[in-house]
């Protein structure tokens, strides 16, 4: 018997924005190959699907597609949500901070992560100006609850977590001093999340292979 279509994900395992949708396609327990690319050899099909050539791009098995990292969160809780992981991200504080991070965070990140690319004379000035744009309303907010989402996550919590992890990676040292203790623990909490772990797994390069399945009961 030939096995049921699944989704097709091209991604790249560091890609933060990969990283959310691998969350999401997990979480809601769809099976789904992944292609994971070489960013400077793309895949022509990939390009033949979405020419902007950015990943994550999700080939449905009805033969859509879906070329942008929110848009297959969405997409992925659309199929399977039980905890509503989905509507628990659309209140106003946590759109706001979505908007933050892939908007004026990302902006600053990029800029302090890759000096060489940038003005390298501002450089403090996007750290400092990406802290004011998300992490210290992230600390405010997780004084508050344990995650974005409440008790338990939300799609906020996954989309926003890569780019964190991202900044804290560049001054590791630095990072730790920093007073934003609840920001700290949730990051710790994600690093080490099953999912995350899950998400992270290492694929082979340059072809499909199925994604592992993610047992959120067996890792609880
Ligand atoms: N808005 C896109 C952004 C995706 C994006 O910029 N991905 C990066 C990797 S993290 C990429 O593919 N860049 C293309 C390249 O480096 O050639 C989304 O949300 O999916």
């Not at 990302?106 to 390298?120: C, S, V």
């Not at 623990?185 to 992270?200: G, I, Q, V």
Request: with cysteine; aromatic share 10%; glycine share 4%.
């Amino acid at each position: 018997m030939t096995p049921a279509p699944v989704p097709l994900l091209y991604s790249y395992r560091r890609c933060p924005y990969a990283m959310r949708a691998r969350m999401a396609l997990l979480v809601a327990g769809i099976a789904f190959d992944a292609h994971e690319i070489v960013l400077r050899d793309k895949p022509a099909a990939m390009l033949a699907l979405s020419p902007k050539g950015t990943v994550p791009v999700l080939q449905l098995a009805d033969g859509g597609v879906l070329e942008q990292s929110l848009d297959i969160v969405q997409w992925a809780f659309g199929v399977n949500d039980p905890q509503h992981w989905w509507m628990r991200a659309q209140s106003t504080d946590n759109l706001d901070l979505l908007r933050a991070c892939d908007g004026r965070f990302k902006h600053h990140l990029d800029r302090y992560k890759y000096p060489e690319r940038f003005d390298e004379a501002d450089r403090a000035q996007h750290r400092d100006a990406a802290m004011d744009a998300l992490l210290k309303p992230l600390d405010v907010h997780l004084q508050h609850s344990a995650q974005l989402g409440g008790e338990i996550p939300c799609a906020t919590d996954i989309a926003v977590f890569p780019f964190v992890r991202q900044f804290a990676a560049v001054e590791p040292a630095w990072f730790g001093t920093l007073p934003l203790p609840a920001l700290k623990t949730w990051l710790s909490d994600w690093l080490s999340h099953p999912l995350f772990e899950a998400a992270m797994v290492r694929l082979p390069a340059g072809r499909a292979t199925r994604f592992p399945p993610f047992n959120a009961a067996e890792s609880a």
